[in-house]
């Protein structure tokens, strides 16, 4: 993978703007460490930032050809088809990289290019003769692209903290929090609209969409989306024709030049990932290396609960073992863990999901001193109904996004500067306009067209926020993740399953259990949901709370204003208190107060102004 960069402007010489674009480039340094290029114009300035993974001693970017410049960060897994599709054509090749064969790809069918792409991508195009870019991302969203544009110029990259640093060349880009951001920001988060950078004027392209900026403006439209179509298979060809696709997904994304793994959690959906990886592995002669995450002294005080079950350990020896990986075990220190927060939300450009963060971040540190890609299980539970919130009746019909019910506990805990007064109606209205975008068939009842709406809120808003995490704490640490449940003809398939297809035999993912319970352990194959481990260290509270007390403390902080400070103190004496996590699954009492050092030490690093 890779960083991108630009600037466009029509109204200035942007080779003025070459210290701007260096500085951006610097900050994607760690998202490409291997090599970094540059293009400068009157009108435009292009940088890149190359993590090599394929094809290692070409790819330079960014890459020409003819009056068409490239930047581009992904991996397209259906190379060696337009390869022989464009060869067809005429065209010859100086490498093995899918970058020249994206370039030629565009080259030879414009925007229709993006019909025949296969993988995660997002990409810059400058053509010199027409004086236009065109960019596009991928249709599921693993790869981002954050832009700002204010009539005058456009500037795109792969991350808001690059975005942010060229801030003093561009005063609409210095960060500020708006009452629409607040709002998205201490009532939604770590969550976010879909297309939203949440400071002013920062919006990220969605997936499956594509733009172009001339000198008569920006235009943005969707090449792609979740359709409805009928089911027409029964029970035995769905399972077969789920098998096949996971199957082809991750033969297609073992594909490397550099040493690859993948993280194996005791989970379904890694565990999965892990044993088709190892199979693939046995038939070269090589043995698969796969990877775990732990937290010192973790059995000492894990305690299981509704959303987790069960620990990892003792499902992931017994997998490594069935499979015949060499296994890695990353133990975790719980106070160095609180003490990545500030980082993780530097990396991010936004607070994120507290210590699920920080833990990746050092998780993946430790694999890329060993390892430059690897495959990993996010995206099944949203496509497969793996969620307490698919499943639980008392909440499925519930007005609301169900992984953050309620405005009340953030009403609690945050000050009306933090969330104003309008909460309820706002959130309301963003949900409202969340489930409007789902296509559903005429003939279906009520009850498949709210899977449906469950399916478009998971798609749109939680998986994108765990696909965020996913590349920004990766790539902070130079690790490429692919995620094989991401490939977009498994979520066209999933989004028109039955639900008693998709749920089979009453299970939560049962059509993936079914499909895929021979090449697993029983106790694997049937193994209840357990969500990414967190700890329940009392260390890692206590750091956190030292954390927090140091930032409320802090000259001029912006965060003793935010907050209810009689409320959180209160909580903090009663931390068992919480019903229902702030968001998702994982973040109860500590995990709050590890937001709020997150977001206290954001706003610290960016400057961010309240307006």
């Known amino acids: 993978m890779c960083g991108i960069a630009g600037w466009v402007s029509f109204e200035e ?11 951006m480039s610097a900050v994607l340094s760690r998202r490409g460490p291997d090599d970094q290029g540059m293009y400068l114009a009157p009108s435009v300035g292009l940088a890149h930032r190359r993590l090599s993974v394929v094809d290692i001693a070409g790819g330079h970017q960014p890459m020409r050809i003819g009056s068409h410049v490239l930047v581009y960060n992904g991996e397209l897994y259906n190379t060696d088809e337009l390869r022989q599709d464009l060869s067809s054509l005429g065209w010859t090749f100086r490498g093995h990289s899918d970058t020249e064969v994206l370039l030629a790809a565009f080259v030879q069918w414009g925007e229709g290019c993006l019909e025949r792409l296969s993988g995660i991508y997002a990409f810059a195009v400058w053509d010199e003769t027409r004086r236009q870019l065109f960019a596009a991302r991928d249709r599921v969203g693993v790869k981002p692209f954050f832009f700002y ?8 990259s792969s991350v808001i903290p690059a975005l942010a640093a060229a801030a003093p060349w561009c005063d609409g880009l210095r960060p500020r929090l708006d009452a629409d951001g607040r709002r998205e920001l201490f009532l939604l988060g770590p969550g976010r609209k879909p297309g939203s950078g949440v400071l002013k004027g920062y919006r990220e392209l969605e997936p499956g969409q594509c733009l172009r900026y001339r000198a008569d403006g920006l235009s943005v439209r969707r090449y792609w989306d979740l359709q409805a179509r009928p089911h027409m298979e029964g029970r035995r060809e769905t399972i077969d024709h789920v098998r096949f696709l996971v199957e082809d997904a991750v033969r297609r994304q073992l594909v490397s030049d550099v040493p690859l793994c993948t993280m194996l959690s005791g989970g379904l959906d890694s565990s999965i990932l892990s044993a088709l990886a190892a199979s693939e592995y046995r038939k070269r002669g090589e043995i698969l290396h796969t990877w775990s995450v732990d937290y010192a002294e973790s059995s000492r005080y894990f305690h299981a609960g509704r959303f987790v079950p069960s620990e990892d350990a003792p499902f992931v020896v017994q997998m490594a073992e069935h499979i015949g990986s060499n296994h890695h075990t990353v133990t975790i220190d719980n106070v160095e863990l609180a003490n990545a927060l500030p980082l993780a939300a530097a990396e991010r450009g936004l607070p994120g999901m507290a210590d699920v963060d920080s833990s990746l971040l050092l998780f993946c540190r430790a694999i890329r001193k060993a390892f430059t890609v690897g495959l990993s299980g996010e995206c099944a539970d949203e496509l497969f109904g793996g969620y307490p919130w698919y499943h639980r009746k008392e909440i499925l019909f519930e007005e609301c996004f169900p992984w953050s019910r309620s405005t009340a506990v953030r009403e609690r805990l945050l000050s009306p500067a933090a969330v104003g007064t309008d909460g309820e109606d706002w959130l309301r209205e963003t ?4 489930i409007a975008r789902t296509d559903f068939l005429p003939e279906e009842d009520p009850y498949a067209v709210r899977m449906r709406q469950m399916f478009r809120l998971n798609f749109d808003w939680f998986m994108q926020t765990l696909l965020a995490r996913k590349d920004t704490m990766s790539m902070a ?3 490429e ?4 449940f991401a490939d977009e003809r498994i979520v066209e ?12 035999d009453g299970r939560e993912k049962g059509i993936l259990r079914a499909a895929f319970e021979d090449i697993l352990t029983p106790e694997v194959a049937w193994r209840k949901k357990s969500p990414y481990p967190k700890t329940f260290h009392p260390a890692y509270f206590r750091r956190v709370m030292e954390l927090f007390h140091q930032r ?3 000259p001029n902080g912006m965060l003793p204003q935010l907050v209810n400070r009689e409320s959180l103190d209160l909580l903090a004496a009663n931390p068992d208190e919480l019903t229902e996590p702030w968001y998702g699954q994982l973040m109860r009492t500590p995990q709050i107060f590890a937001w709020l050092v997150m977001l206290d030490a954001w706003i610290e690093k960016f400057h961010v102004d309240f307006i």
Do not use: Q
């Not at 544009?149 to 456009?154: K, L």
């Open 477 to 479: 640490c130079s690790l």
């Open 493 to 504: 398939y999933a989004y028109n399953l039955p639900w008693e297809l998709k749920s089979l």
């Open 552 to 554: 409320m403390e802090r």
């Open 431 to 434: 949900y409202r306009a969340a």
């Open 149 to 156: 544009e204010d009539g005058h110029r456009f500037l795109f």
């Open 13 to 23: 010489d942007v080779r003025e703007k070459r210290d701007a674009l260096e500085v």
């Open 481 to 484: 993740m692919r995620v094989p």
